[in-house]
């Protein structure tokens, strides 16, 4: 009996221990969005399903932390549902380094698409890669998953 609770104990406590061992250290920044509300009662988002999302990239660090921002601030950002894309038509897209101080607090506007097939309500996340060297939206495979900020859940409903 006292060998199975052995086993049993170790079967359940070292995996937890694993678990907890590599868990990242916590994220030096925070993201939060929201949707931009007077943007859905409109003509583009009745027609073609566009709307804005208010982005907010705060350092919670004690440090400076450096970002990478593009001029088209869709460019910037990663979506997790296949629904909604970050708008990124440009005629030039330039990338600009931030640095924020430990409290400050970064945001833009960001143009977004829904692409409703049924018109049900979708729920997705923004995911921010601060050292980006080339444009990050639409290439979630060229980004590592493990430096992706990723945001708050929101809930678009049509």
């Known amino acids: 009996m006292k060998t199975a609770f052995t086993c ?9 221990a694993r678990a907890q061992q590599s868990t990242p250290d916590k994220s030096p920044l925070a993201i939060e969005v929201s949707i931009v509300r007077d943007s859905l009662p409109r003509e583009l988002f009745r027609r073609g399903g566009d709307f804005r999302v208010q982005t907010k990239i705060t350092n919670i660090s004690g440090e400076k932390q450096t970002i990478t921002v593009w001029s088209q601030p869709g460019w910037s950002w990663l979506a997790d549902s296949p629904l909604v894309h970050p708008d990124t038509n440009a005629n030039q897209n330039v990338s600009e380094t931030r640095v924020l101080r430990p409290g400050e607090v970064y945001g ?19 995911g921010f890669f601060p050292k980006a060297k080339l444009p990050v939206s639409g290439r979630p495979d060229a980004i590592p998953t493990d430096q992706i900020f990723w945001s708050n859940a929101v809930r678009l409903t049509p």
Do not use: I
């Not at 049993?8 to 937890?16: D, E, G, R, S, T």
């Not at 833009?108 to 923004?126: A, I, N, S």
């Open 108 to 126: 833009e506007d960001v143009g977004m698409h829904f692409y409703p097939r049924d018109r049900k309500p979708v729920t997705f996340r923004l």
């Open 8 to 16: 049993l104990f170790l079967l359940v406590a070292v995996p937890l």
